[in-house]
C-alpha cells in the first residue's frame, strides 16, 4: 500500500513539475513546412524577443484530413499542450462552433483585419466572430511546361477544353510513355473536394447551395463537370494512377518532367523552379485555373490559419506568436523561400517579392476572385460524403453519375436539415 | 495464509487497475455513449440518450453495410493465407538446417517492423510510376504500368498482401512453438510404424498443432476484424470507398466528424464481432484439447 502512495505522489509531483516547466512553453501544431529553414529561423527570431519562451513544435502529417484527425483528436481530450496550430480554411467554423478555437476578436483588431486579403479573413469568420488569423492564401492554379507549349505553338489554356486539346496534341507528338498530360489531386480526401469543386464552379455550378442550403450535386453544371473528369482528365489525359494521388505525388510527376499540366497551389512554385528538387526548373509557366468557358475559372480558396486553442493556458503568449507569424516580416520571408502567396496586402507591392515571384502580382486578382468552400459546422461529414461520391464516380466509369449524385445529395441534404433545424439557440 | 492472500490481491492490482482503465472503462463507455447522440461540432445539442437510434441507422447505412463486407473479405482472405503461409514457413523452420537461428529472427522482421512504416514501404512499392512492383512485372514498358492503390478492385487487395507480409511471422511463431511441443518419439513411432512424411504429418503433426493453430486462428482473427493502421496509411479507405473497412469507417466518424454517439455503435459492433468469433473459437480450443498439447 505504501508503495502505491509513493507512486501516487510521484505521478503528481512529477506532473505538477511539468505543467511548472511549461508556463512559458507554447506548443505549435504544424505540418512540415516546405522550407524549414524559414519557420526554425522565424521560431528562434520570436524566442530571442521572448526571452524564456519557448516554442515546441508537433510536426503533423501533410494531408489536410490527417492533421484535421490529429487535432480533433487533441481537442476532445482538452490537450493543454497544444497552444497555436495550423487550421485548413474550411475548418474554422466547426473549431468555432465545437468550441475549440479561441475567439481572436480582443487581440485582432478590425484596423489589423483590414491589411488582409478581404476572403481570407472572413473564411475566419465565424457568427461575427473571428477565429484564425491567415498565414498564406492558397488557390489552385494552373502549372504548365513553357517549353513544351513553346514547342508546339501553344498558348496558355484559357478553358479545360482547350487545356485537354493541347495535352492531346503534345502527348501524341511527344510519343512519351513517361509522359502524362495533366495531373492533379484525385484520391479520396479533402484535396478531391477542391479540385473537383474548382471544375464545378467553373461551369457555373456549386457544391452546394448556402442560400437554401440543399446540395447542388445533382444539378446539371455540376453532373457536366464531373462527366468532364471522368472521360477526359482521369479517361483520357491523366491516367488512373492519379486516383491514388495527393499532392506530393502529383507534384513529383511534375517536377521529374512527366507531367505537361499540374494543378496545384502556389506552394509548388519554388519547388518546381528549384533545381535541387526539379528537373523542369525554369522551364514552368503558371497561370490561373481555366473555365469552361473563357473567364470562368474558379480557384478553390484554401489557405492556411494559425488559431489558439481553447484550452491553451497561455493565450496572451500565443497571441504573441501568432501575430509574430503573421507579421510583414514573416509572411515576406515565407513568401520569398516558399513562394506561398501572402495574406498582407502590402506585400503584393514589395519589391524583392515581385522580383522573386514576378507573376505572384499577377495573381493578386484570382486571389481577390477565389471562392471559399462553403462554410458549416458539419463541413467535415458533407466532405466525407462528396470524397465517397467524386472517387465512385471517378474509379468506376461504369456508374451512372446521375444516379451517384442523387444518393450524395440524399445524403448531404439530410445533413444540412438535421443542422437547420437544430441552430444554435 | 491470510497476508499472503492479501499479498496476491496487492500485487494483481497493478494489472487490475491496468486492464481497467485501459480496456474496461473505454469498453463500458463505448456502449454507453452508442446509446446517446453526442456531435463534437454541435455542441449545444448536449448529450441526448436516443436508445437504438444510433443502432437503426448503422442498420440502414450503405456505407456500414459496404464497409462490413469490405472488412469480412478482408478477414476471410487474409486469415487462411497468413495460417497456410506461416504453417509452411513454420515447418521448415522447424527442421534443423545450417543458420536456422539466424532465419528464425529473419522471418519475424516484418512482424517486428512498425505497421505505419511497412504501410509507407508497401505505398511506394505500389507506386504506378515510381514502384518497384510494376518495375518487377513489366520493366521498363511503362504503358503497362498498373496502379494498384487507385484501382476499386486492386486496393483492397493490395492491402491484403501487405497484410499477409506483415503478419505471416506471428502466425508462424505461434506454430513453431506448436511444432515444437510434439514429441521426437512420436515421429520416432510413426517410422517404425512405416508411415510416410505426409502420413506423419497428416496425423501427427496436424493433430497435435491444432490447439496452436486455433490459438493463432483467434488472434489473427481479432486482429483482422479491427484492421486500420493499413488502409489509414495506403488508401484512407479510396478509391471508390472500397477499402473503407469498419475500424476506419468509425474513426472517420468518431474523430474526423465527431459523430462521437455514431461512431461508438461502429465501435461497439466491431467489438461484439470479434467477442462472439473469440468465444465460438474458444470453445472449439477447449474442446479439441488433445493430451500432452503444451499450447
Known amino acids: ?425 | 495464509m491470510k497476508s499472503s492472500h492479501r499479498l496476491a490481491l496487492l500485487l494483481l492490482l497493478p494489472s487490475f487497475v491496468f486492464v481497467a482503465l485501459f480496456s474496461l472503462y473505454p469498453i463500458v463507455d463505448s456502449f454507453r455513449l452508442s446509446f446517446y447522440r453526442l456531435i463534437l461540432t454541435l455542441p449545444w445539442l448536449g448529450e441526448k440518450m436516443v436508445g437504438w437510434e444510433n443502432y437503426r441507422d448503422l442498420l440502414s447505412d450503405p456505407v456500414a453495410r459496404q464497409s462490413l463486407k469490405t472488412t469480412l473479405v478482408f478477414a476471410a482472405i487474409t486469415i487462411p493465407l497468413e495460417l497456410l503461409l506461416g504453417l509452411a514457413i513454420a515447418l521448415v523452420l522447424n527442421e534443423s538446417f545450417r543458420g536456422r537461428g539466424l532465419m528464425r529472427a529473419i522471418v519475424l522482421v516484418p512482424w517486428a517492423i512498425p505497421t505505419v512504416v511497412s504501410a509507407q514501404t508497401w505505398r511506394f512499392l505500389f507506386n504506378d510510376r515510381y514502384g518497384l512492383l510494376n518495375f518487377i512485372l513489366f520493366g521498363s514498358d511503362a504503358a503497362r504500368y498498373i496502379a494498384p492503390l487507385a484501382e476499386p478492385q486492386l486496393a483492397l487487395v493490395a492491402i491484403i498482401v501487405a497484410e499477409v507480409w506483415k503478419t505471416t511471422p506471428f502466425a508462424a511463431l505461434i506454430l513453431l512453438a506448436g511444432l515444437q511441443a510434439i514429441p521426437d518419439d512420436l515421429y520416432e513411432a510413426a517410422s517404425v510404424d512405416g508411415a510416410s512424411p505426409w502420413q506423419k504429418f497428416r496425423h501427427v503433426t496436424l493433430p497435435l498443432i491444432q490447439p496452436a493453430l486455433l490459438l493463432a486462428l483467434l488472434f489473427r482473427t481479432i486482429d483482422s476484424l479491427r484492421v486500420f493502421d493499413l488502409v489509414f496509411i495506403m488508401t484512407q479507405g479510396g478509391p471508390a470507398d472500397r477499402t473503407n473497412v469498419l475500424q476506419f469507417y468509425g474513426y472517420k466518424k468518431t474523430f474526423a466528424e465527431g459523430m462521437i454517439g455514431y461512431g461508438s455503435a461502429i465501435a461497439v459492433v466491431v467489438f461484439l464481432l470479434s467477442l462472439v468469433l473469440s468465444i465460438f473459437y474458444l470453445r472449439l480450443l477447449k474442446t479439441n484439447r488433445p493430451q500432452g498439447g503444451a499450447v
Not at chain 1, 110 to 115: A, F, G, M, S, Y
Not at chain 1, 206 to 235: C, N, T, Y
Not at chain 1, 309 to 335: C, E, H
Not at chain 1, 389 to 399: C, E, G, I, K, Q
Open chain 1, 1 to 425: 500500500m505504501r508503495l502505491f502512495i509513493v507512486l501516487l505522489a510521484f505521478l503528481f509531483v512529477s506532473d505538477t513539475s511539468q505543467s511548472f516547466a511549461q508556463q512559458n512553453v507554447l506548443h505549435f501544431v504544424t505540418w512540415k513546412p516546405e522550407a524549414a529553414q524559414v519557420w526554425d529561423q522565424a521560431i528562434a527570431d520570436f524566442e530571442r524577443d521572448n526571452p524564456g519562451v519557448k516554442v515546441v513544435r508537433e510536426i503533423a502529417p501533410q494531408s489536410s484530413t490527417q492533421i484535421h484527425d490529429l487535432l480533433v483528436q487533441k481537442f476532445k481530450n482538452r490537450d493543454a499542450r497544444l497552444d497555436v496550430f495550423f487550421m485548413d480554411a474550411v475548418w474554422p467554423a466547426e473549431f468555432a462552433s465545437a468550441g475549440w478555437a479561441l475567439p481572436l476578436d480582443r487581440y485582432f483588431a478590425t484596423v489589423e483585419q483590414e491589411k488582409f486579403l478581404p476572403a481570407t479573413v472572413s473564411a475566419n469568420r465565424y457568427r461575427g466572430r473571428i477565429f484564425g488569423v491567415p498565414v498564406f492564401i492558397d488557390t489552385g492554379l494552373l502549372y504548365y511546361r513553357k517549353d513544351l507549349l513553346e514547342k508546339y505553338a501553344i498558348g496558355p489554356p484559357q478553358t479545360w477544353n482547350q487545356m485537354f486539346q493541347a495535352a492531346k496534341t503534345i502527348l501524341s507528338r511527344e510519343q512519351d510513355r513517361q509522359l502524362v498530360g495533366f495531373s492533379g489531386q484525385f484520391k479520396q480526401y479533402e484535396g478531391l473536394v477542391c479540385n473537383m469543386m474548382e471544375y464545378i464552379l467553373s461551369n457555373g455550378g456549386a457544391l452546394w447551395d448556402e442560400k437554401r442550403m440543399i446540395s447542388a450535386l445533382d444539378q446539371p453544371a455540376a453532373l457536366q463537370a464531373v462527366r468532364f473528369v471522368r472521360d477526359h482528365i482521369i479517361g483520357e489525359i491523366s491516367g488512373r494512377g492519379m486516383l491514388a494521388y495527393e499532392e506530393p505525388e502529383s507534384l513529383a510527376l511534375f517536377t521529374q518532367g512527366r507531367a505537361i499540366f499540374h494543378r496545384n497551389w502556389p506552394y509548388a512554385w519554388a519547388i518546381a523552379n528549384d533545381p535541387a528538387s526539379s528537373k523542369v526548373a525554369g522551364r514552368v509557366g503558371m497561370s490561373p485555373l481555366p473555365g469552361f468557358a473563357v473567364g470562368t475559372g474558379a480557384a478553390a480558396l484554401g489557405g492556411w490559419q494559425l488559431g489558439i486553442s481553447r484550452y491553451s493556458r497561455n493565450p496572451d503568449l500565443a497571441w504573441r506568436f501568432v501575430a509574430f507569424m503573421t507579421g510583414p516580416d514573416v509572411q515576406k520571408r515565407i513568401a520569398l523561400a516558399t513562394g506561398r502567396a501572402p495574406t498582407r496586402t502590402t506585400l503584393y507591392d514589395d519589391n524583392e517579392i515581385a522580383a522573386k515571384i514576378p507573376q505572384l502580382k499577377s495573381l493578386l486578382a484570382s486571389f481577390k476572385r477565389a471562392v471559399p468552400r462553403p462554410t458549416t459546422p458539419v463541413y467535415v461529414p458533407l466532405s466525407n460524403i462528396m470524397q465517397r461520391y467524386f472517387s465512385s464516380v471517378l474509379a468506376l466509369p461504369d456508374t451512372d453519375i446521375k444516379e451517384q449524385a442523387a444518393l450524395a445529395t440524399r445524403d448531404m441534404n439530410r445533413l444540412l436539415d438535421f443542422v437547420r433545424e437544430r441552430q444554435m439557440p
